[in-house]
């Protein structure tokens, strides 16, 4: 199970951390990723680490904005969000994906948390 928080309304420029717990696997064993989506929009990646936080990879719309990162120890993931954009406004979904490597396509996922929003008003 995957419970992602941090979410919530800010203006742009502003910074978020958005948090994502796991439980019931074996957290250290997973690569994870997190993905949003807008309204009316597909469900785009944006961020994935591998299971010791050494290799992260980002969409291009995020890089140098927006960081991934992991703690095995309380097996969470987090994703800490920097001069927001209103088009960075999107509901945001942690997975976990059963491998070792960090994954950047949805498929790679076997479990999803239930999604936190994130508002960016301009």
């Known amino acids: 199970q995957l419970q992602a928080s941090g979410g919530g309304l800010v203006q742009a420029g502003g910074s978020l951390r958005l948090s994502c717990a796991a439980s019931?696997?074996?957290?250290?064993?997973?690569?994870m990723g997190w993905f949003r989506q807008a309204p009316g929009k597909e469900r785009e990646f944006i961020a994935t680490?591998?299971?010791?936080?050494?290799?992260?990879d980002y969409a291009d719309v995020v890089k140098g904005r927006f960081t991934i990162s992991r703690d095995n120890a309380k097996n969470t993931v987090y994703l800490q969000m920097n001069n927001l954009k209103p088009e960075d406004t999107a509901a945001y979904y942690c997975a976990a994906a059963n491998t070792v490597y960090a994954r950047t396509f949805e498929n790679a996922y076997n479990y999803w948390g239930q999604g936190t929003q994130v508002t960016v008003s301009s």
């Open positions: 019931g696997l074996t957290f250290g064993s997973y690569a």
């Open positions: 680490i591998n299971w010791t936080g050494g290799t992260t």
